[in-house]
């Protein structure tokens, strides 16, 4: 396949009439700026970026987003919404994880992701017992994200107690329990699944370090490295205030430096959300190589706090941005609130640009795209050979983005436009998104609406 770009996002900045090679793996064999339209190439109708990784996903919320926001409680908080998703969790059949993940996976490739982290914790069903297939709930992942043709990192989470110092779980938390050995036999057996899938592969995460005590962390990052050495390392750490509280009564430290103090915390690791964090964690982050695993629209949503993400980025952090749970599923929505909080936080404008990126849209895509990859362990997020295909299109044609220069697109994307903006969208070398529609779209968003119908019943 042949294309050809009067405007494409170059590893080097933006540049004119770009001609792209794709070989029949999905992959970029050529790319040449400055050049003249082969006979047999498809121009495209917009500006070309790489696409985006969308490092955190619970697929599952997306049936719940907007059902949490009344106030349950005095003092509503992440504790207790908690407690809401606990009980719509339970619900779930895997027919109904499979409905909604595939519908949810397409309107993120429409939004302009490429590829996702699935976070995923549903191993029992509603009441805790195992499946007669241990993979029953991770195969409805995996059939979700075929089906709407979207690059996956399964990630299957360890997850075993309730609270700091291995306290008991609780009974709403039995569907996600695993020992380590259950839990890496069902790694293993994934793996096999997805092993000649090339838009699949698997990693391991752990839920928090109150849902996992050091001696298991250990064991299955012992075992990983028997498996894959190369593979990805997830975890949620210090997203609230109260957790960083108890983390310290229960080690003497805070979450993320008892993590840099005890695990080989490097660059296959994503530490997501990582909204509290002190001077001297900021600084030992950024030198770790790990991905901060931020989800702006969902942190806002429960009232997390503030990534000190200026602080961060100017230490050479490196970031990513995620959905999460799904009350938002676009790249602009993430990135824009990503700058605003610290706009709002510091009461000045364009925090996150810089003397030599003075769009903060460029800075922010160019630097998640990066940092999204790496979160997924796949070879995307830049515009160069021996890249995967993972390219999206924005609208020239769009409101937002008509009479744009490339050098205005991605601000006025990020700042002024959401995921109508996203005409075409390529994951390894397949189409699958053009001219803003998905192929199975109006199938897989009819079988979404009767899971819920059923959810809701």
């Not at 695993?178 to 698997?202: G, P, Q």
């Not at 609130?337 to 996150?352: A, C, D, H, I, P």
Request: with cysteine.
């Amino acid at each position: 396949m042949k294309l050809f770009a009067a405007d494409a996002l170059l590893p080097g900045g933006w540049a004119k009439d770009v001609s792209i090679v794709i070989d029949g793996g999905g992959r970029i064999g050529a790319v040449t700026p400055d050049s003249k339209a082969a006979a047999d190439a498809e121009r495209v109708a917009g500006f070309l970026v790489p696409g985006m990784a969308n490092l955190h996903s619970h697929a599952f919320q997306r049936a719940m987003a907007g059902l949490a926001e009344a106030r349950t409680h005095p003092t509503d908080s992440f504790w207790s919404w908690r407690e809401l998703m606990y009980r719509f969790a339970a619900r779930i059949t895997p027919e109904q994880l499979e409905d909604i993940a595939a519908h949810l996976y397409v309107e993120m490739l429409k939004g302009g992701f490429t590829g996702v982290a699935e976070f995923h914790y549903l191993h029992r069903d509603g009441v805790g017992r195992p499946y007669a297939d241990p993979t029953e709930m991770s195969a409805r992942i995996l059939a979700a994200a075929e089906s709407a043709g979207i690059a996956l990192t399964h990630l299957p989470v360890l997850y075993a107690h309730g609270g700091f110092g291995a306290q008991p779980a609780q009974p709403s938390q039995s569907r996600f329990l695993n020992s380590v050995d259950e839990h890496m036999r069902l790694i293993e057996a994934l793996r096999d699944t997805v092993r000649t899938h090339r838009e699949m592969r698997v990693g391991l995460a752990f839920h928090s370090l109150r849902a996992v005590d050091p001696a298991m962390m250990g064991e299955a990052l012992r075992a990983m490295d028997g498996i894959d050495d190369m593979a990805p390392i997830h975890i949620h750490v210090a997203e609230q205030e109260k957790e960083v509280a108890d983390c310290i009564a229960w080690s003497g430290e805070r979450p993320v430096a008892w993590l840099l103090d005890h695990m080989p915390v490097d660059g296959h690791w994503c530490l997501v959300h990582a909204t509290h964090l002190e001077a001297a964690e900021v600084k030992r982050l950024a030198q770790s190589g790990a991905v901060a695993g931020l989800c702006p629209t969902t942190e806002a949503n429960l009232g997390d706090g503030v990534f000190p993400a200026a602080s961060f980025l100017g230490a050479r952090g490196r970031f990513g941005v995620g959905t999460d749970s799904h009350i938002g599923v676009d790249v602009a929505g993430e990135l824009r609130l990503l700058e605003y909080g610290q706009r709002l936080f510091t009461r000045r404008r364009s925090v996150l640009a810089t003397a030599e990126r003075p769009s903060p849209g460029l800075r922010l895509f160019e630097d998640a795209a990066v940092g999204g990859a790496q979160a997924l362990a796949r070879r995307s997020g830049k515009i160069e050979t021996g890249m995967r295909a993972d390219l999206v299109v924005l609208g020239a044609d769009h409101g937002a983005m008509c009479n744009r220069t490339a050098a205005q697109a991605l601000d006025s994307w990020v700042f002024a436009g959401d995921a109508t903006c996203v005409r075409d969208v390529m994951v390894g070398g397949a189409w699958r998104v053009r001219e803003r529609r998905h192929a199975d779209e109006e199938s897989l968003a009819e079988r979404f609406r009767a899971a819920q119908a059923k959810l809701a019943a």
